[in-house]
């Protein structure tokens, strides 16, 4: 939020404009974001004293009432079913197969080979097959541990992508917060305004029932009573939809009562704790493990297995009967075709975590750009509020003046009328600088993460 440098002017229309000033630039960009969301229907909260809501408080009901977080059992539970399935592989696994054949030749025996007593086979061409295997994991290269890792890394990676996405309401409680908060102080100062106003209106009042004064000066004064009437009801009007749209946020309906309490200035850490950096050493760490799984590619796997079943020939090649059979043992498989492509995959992620340092500095060369921005915010709006306090303290003295002037018959109802705008613009800028400093002192702990 910024106001521009421009000469003040205390006509009405110029007091129109400054007091809708924060309201049209807030609006329009909170509007904007709210379209995105759809909300389901909110309970009501009602109480015999009116309720008290921090800003604290609005931001964990703001994270515990978004749609989004219910994404985070979904997360959850995927992981978990994840290394379950990953631990099964340890488990033995059973495998069935059959198959039924016709080759074109046979083992055959020369029929000039006769024994004596024994009688040579004859195999038939057609031959058949079924057959059940049981196959036990004895050293499978780390492969199971490395999936199982594998899904916690997804499952962290994906837990605080989720937590950067959540990390964005902090932004948006501030803009409403603190609209809600800014409203709030516009209606104290313009029950102060009408409250001078009226002084003046009775004063002019008398003198006109003296004969010293025309009726035009009280006119004058009750018209300008009249706008500032117009402005607390658009004032109060702008306070109802921060609130409707921050009740949004937090899942409740908030009535008029609601008081949001103002926070005090927080502690100002320079160190940057964003959840995008986690996320970065999350997808790090998914590349170790993508680097790892590259060398369990290059072990052998060895496994117990037990096979059995019913085939025509059986493992006697001299019987052309259908027989049960078994076979066990231990077997290894070692996959050599993994180094063909070992040094491009290596290669591959070696991009790939140069190009996530890149972003992470992309990330934190424009964090600190921001840090460093709302730190001029900061020091600006301090500086602006000193000498607001100076200009009111003039301001008031003037128009005290102009008062016991105006009662006195020295000055006119027009010339005390300017004096009381003045004074009333200059307190409403020392308002809206104080909720700046505020917001941007907020926006600080947003842009470093130090919630």
Request: aromatic share 10%; charged share 25%; glycine share 4%.
């Amino acid at each position: 939020m910024k106001i521009a440098s421009r000469h003040l002017s205390f006509a009405d229309s110029d007091l129109t404009r400054r007091n809708s000033w924060f309201r049209s630039r807030s609006l329009c960009r909170l509007i904007a974001g709210l379209g995105l969301i759809i909300f389901q229907s909110s309970p009501t909260l009602r109480a015999q004293e009116p309720l008290h809501l921090t800003i604290e408080q609005a931001y964990q009901l703001a994270k515990t009432n978004y749609p989004l977080i219910r994404q985070q059992d979904l997360i959850r539970k995927t992981r978990d079913y994840s290394v379950e399935n990953a631990a099964k592989g340890y488990l033995p696994a059973l495998y069935f197969s059959g198959q039924a054949t016709y080759q074109s030749a046979v083992t055959d025996f020369p029929s000039k080979i006769s024994i004596p007593g024994f009688g040579l086979p004859a195999f038939s061409k057609d031959q058949y097959k079924i057959y059940g295997e049981v196959d036990q994991v004895v050293y499978d290269g780390g492969q199971i541990h490395n999936q199982k890792e594998t899904a916690v890394a997804n499952e962290s990676i994906q837990q605080k992508s989720l937590q950067v996405d959540l990390y964005s309401l902090y932004d948006r409680i501030n803009q409403l917060f603190f609209g809600v908060l800014l409203m709030e102080e516009q209606l104290r100062q313009n029950e102060l305004l009408k409250k001078d106003l009226q002084d003046g209106i009775d004063k002019a009042k008398a003198q006109v029932a003296n004969g010293t004064a025309y009726r035009s000066s009280v006119d004058e004064l009750q018209a300008q009573l009249l706008q500032a009437e117009q402005s607390r009801v658009e004032e109060e009007a702008n306070r109802k939809a921060f609130l409707q749209m921050l009740g949004q946020f937090v899942n409740h309906t908030f009535d008029e009562n609601i008081i949001l309490e103002k926070p005090a200035s927080p502690a100002m850490e320079d160190s940057i704790h964003r959840p995008e950096l986690q996320l970065y050493d999350y997808q790090k760490k998914a590349y170790d493990l993508q680097d790892e799984s590259l060398n369990i590619a290059l072990r052998p796997k060895f496994s117990f297995f037990l096979q059995g079943g019913y085939a025509r020939p059986g493992l006697n090649f001299l019987s052309n009967n259908f027989a049960f059979y078994y076979i066990g043992g231990l077997r290894m498989n070692w996959n050599l075709g993994s180094w063909y492509t070992l040094k491009n995959q290596r290669l591959i992620l070696d991009l790939d975590r140069k190009t996530l340092d890149v972003q992470k500095e992309t990330f934190l060369f424009n964090t600190i750009l921001s840090q460093k921005q709302e730190n001029t915010e900061i020091r600006k709006y301090s500086d602006l509020i000193k000498t607001d306090n100076q200009i009111i303290a003039l301001r008031t003295s003037v128009k005290n003046a102009a008062s016991a002037q105006l009662e006195n018959g020295v000055l006119d109802a027009h010339e005390y009328l300017s004096h009381v705008n003045a004074e009333d613009v200059s307190r409403r800028l020392l308002i809206l600088h104080q909720m700046e400093l505020l917001l941007a002192q907020y926006n600080y702990q947003y842009i470093t993460g130090n919630h």
